[in-house]
């Protein structure tokens, strides 16, 4: 009896204690897939999302070389309602005739790759349907179809500009003993790959050869080897001018307009060059101390070659570029001939480096400018037209104004040498902020490990410049906090205009540190797995 009632005891007992681990078991197996699929879930919010090399190919936004922009509203371009945008749009209106040709005869080709490629098509189309004849209409039709957009060299505020104009020289069509400096044209063993030799146009940068035999290719003469006779004697002379100097300025500027000692004119114009880089004669005379950098100008360094014939002829052949022409069918009242094959507009055409920009591109350049005489500032608010080149334009904000042809041209695009600001104007087809939208996201924070693998160090010239920064930011803070500041030391802070700033704000250089390392995010199965190994390790 005492025995049967101690069994029932015993059972209760075994019963009030397995029946809470039963129930956590049937639990257990109930959850079991839920828990699964939650450990599933952490585990592929841990893993990175697997990337597909090479990424396709994207459309991305308005893309220029070393180059930084700052989009405006017609409202903040500065002058763009004192222009007349109507003697502009004539401008641009003859820009695209040879436009529209390129399309119509390839719709489909895009243009050297460039940032604008072809997205001039519909404002030429829409330009060419209409001859406009109101300045406010002309106004409308570049705010309808364009969006303005600040543009500079990366870590610079405004652009610069120089001028050129067509100078009038005179010479003769047969050699003397007055005139005697040869205009040569193109030789015929002048070569450039990827080019015929007869080819109408050949690139202003590059290198260039001449044949020798049937395959053999050299660099072509330099200016020292032509001006001594290298290729004379072939039949390659135009003209013939009085000196060296009226040449070197001839091919300075591209064209000009040769009076003949018979009375007629002759017009020639840009052609081809021995493929060696340009010289600046004036950043020589300057660097050697003769001609101050205030005081440079094309009559200054003209004034000097006449006085000293011997140093010019040295200073001349440090610039090892040489130009040849052609002879161009223009009349007098013709203007020169750019390089996108038509005659250019005094005051509206520039010329702009081909390798970055589309010839026809509209360029609103504001600022002042010495126009009136060597210390004036001028107002400047105009817009311009890209449809020259040259090999001295260099760079996204960098343009030669054409001021026309003869002496009082000549004085005025002599004297330029100024930074000033560009304003593009892009075609609303390649607006970069509605494009930007469009752009991937970036990759995802690198894990710890590869963060401590790859870690940012800075070069030490960087770092140098980084410290001496700080250092300046140091005393400028200090110099703030002091009482002494007075209405001198913060005048120029004053005088800085809004937009100067901004740009200077947004487009400052600075060094891009590495994502944030991606936090190590463990599995449940993982962490038990884990804890398991050490205790059985402890346990031997």
């Not at 009030?16 to 681990?21: E, G, I, K, L, R």
């Not at 752009?439 to 410049?465: G, H, Y």
């Amino acid at each position: 009896m005492v025995r049967e009632i101690w069994k029932r005891g015993f059972t209760a007992r075994r019963l009030t204690y397995w029946t809470p681990a039963l129930a956590l078991s049937l639990a257990a197996v109930a959850l079991a897939p839920y828990a699964a699929e939650a450990v599933r879930a952490r585990h592929r919010a841990a893993t990175p999302p697997v990337r597909h090399l090479p990424y396709p190919q994207l459309d991305w936004p308005l893309e220029i070389s070393n180059s930084q922009y700052l989009p405006m509203g017609w409202n903040d371009v500065p002058g763009w309602n004192d222009d007349d945008q109507l003697a502009a749009y004539r401008t641009f209106r003859a820009s695209c005739k040879p436009i529209a040709a390129k399309t119509d005869a390839a719709p489909d080709a895009k243009v050297d790759g460039k940032a604008l490629g072809d997205s001039l098509r519909d404002p030429c189309r829409d330009a060419r349907a209409t001859d406009l004849a109101d300045n406010a209409a002309a106004r409308a039709f570049f705010e309808r179809h364009f969006e303005p957009l600040r543009i500079s060299k990366l870590g610079d505020a405004d652009g610069f500009v120089t001028g050129y104009y067509e100078p009038v020289i005179e010479g003769s069509r047969t050699q003397n003993e007055v005139y005697n400096v040869p205009v040569y044209r193109r030789p015929s063993n002048l070569f450039v790959r990827g080019f015929k030799q007869d080819a109408t146009s050949l690139p202003n940068k590059g290198p260039v050869y001449r044949k020798i035999g049937r395959r053999k290719l050299v660099p072509y003469y330099d200016r020292a080897e032509i001006e001594d006779g290298a290729i004379e004697g072939r039949g390659l002379e135009i003209a013939w001018l009085r000196n060296q100097t009226d040449l070197l300025f001839a091919q300075i500027q591209g064209s000009a307009r040769i009076s003949l000692d018979d009375g007629s004119t002759i017009r020639i114009n840009y052609d081809a060059y021995n493929g060696l880089p340009y010289t600046p004669v004036g950043r020589i005379l300057i660097e050697r101390g003769i001609i101050s950098r205030e005081q440079m100008s094309m009559q200054r360094i003209r004034d000097w070659m006449e006085q000293n014939p011997e140093g010019a002829n040295e200073l001349r052949r440090m610039n090892r570029s040489y130009i040849f022409f052609r002879e161009v069918q223009l009349s007098e009242k013709d203007e020169a001939v750019g390089a996108q094959g038509i005659p250019l507009t005094p005051g509206r055409s520039i010329a702009v480096d081909k390798s970055l920009h589309v010839y026809g591109t509209p360029f609103f350049i504001t600022g002042e400018l010495p126009i009136e005489s060597e210390k004036s500032k001028t107002a400047f608010h105009r817009l311009m037209i890209a449809q020259d080149t040259g090999s001295a334009i260099v760079g996204p904000a960098r343009a030669d104004l054409y001021f026309g042809a003869g002496q009082d041209a000549g004085k005025v695009s002599g004297r330029l040498k100024h930074s000033i600001q560009f304003v593009m104007l892009v075609p609303k087809s390649l607006d970069p902020v509605a494009r930007g939208r469009k752009m991937p996201l970036p990759d995802a924070r690198p894990s710890e490990k590869i963060a401590k693998l790859f870690p940012q160090v800075l070069p030490k010239e960087a770092a140098k410049d980084q410290v001496k920064d700080q250092g300046q930011a140091n005393q400028a803070n200090k110099a703030a906090a002091s009482p002494v500041n007075d209405a001198k030391a913060s005048a120029p802070a004053a005088s800085a205009s809004p937009a100067t700033t901004v740009a200077q704000n947004v487009v400052a250089p600075q060094p891009v540190p590495l994502p944030e390392a991606r936090p190590r995010i463990e599995s449940d199965r993982n962490i038990r797995r884990l804890r398991y190994g050490r205790r059985h390790r402890n346990r031997r």
